[in-house]
């Protein structure tokens, strides 16, 4: 009885501590998702994000109040292009976003690629939000990933949000280097 029940302790353990990846959008770009975070309905996404923002993919904790959203746009960003790429969605988050504090505005490398990274804190109607956004270029189009909390939940999540952001891992053979 006893070698059953540490049998199954075990087996329990291996399941809980085995993080499988998740893809974006069949590309083999991977991430893991913080532990107990699950992909959010379409009805949910549609609600957190505006319609012409919305990503396609979001997984979060049980009340969605911290997510990590990630998607493919059609914007083309080639690696020689992110400084000015930076520059722009600088200077538009700081004229479209109310409340905006930045923690992190810089050009960060990322398995193998340079993303941008913006860190901020905003305002929201019903709550402030802490936002980590990463942008870079794939096959001709705009990769992001944004992990998002309350800033009542950023503390209890942070880790395992910072976690998952150093997972993301990029097939080697589409690993763009600026020139």
């Known amino acids: 009885m006893k070698t059953l029940f540490l049998t199954f302790a075990l087996f329990s353990l291996f399941n809980i501590l085995r993080a499988d990846p998740i893809e974006v959008a069949k ?72 409340g905006l504090q930045w923690k992190k505005n810089k050009i960060v490398e990322i398995s193998g690629q340079n993303w941008i990274l913006m860190e901020m804190t905003t305002d929201a109607i019903d709550t402030d939000i802490y936002n980590i956004m990463l942008v870079t270029g794939y096959k001709g189009k705009m990769l992001l990933f944004n992990f998002n909390s309350t800033k009542e939940d950023f503390p209890k999540y942070e880790a395992k949000l910072r976690k ?15 020139e």
């Open 164 to 178: 998952s952001l150093r997972s993301i891992k990029l097939p080697k053979e589409v690993v763009e280097k600026a």
């Open 27 to 98: 590309t083999g770009i991977t991430f893991e998702a913080p532990e107990g975070f699950e992909p959010l309905a379409k009805e949910i996404i549609a609600l957190k994000w505006p319609a012409n923002r919305a990503p396609a993919y979001a997984v979060g904790n049980e009340s969605a109040s911290t997510t990590v959203a990630y998607d493919l746009k059609p914007n083309n960003i080639p690696q020689k292009d992110l400084p000015a790429v930076k520059k722009s969605f600088t200077k538009f988050f700081e004229r479209m976003i109310p």
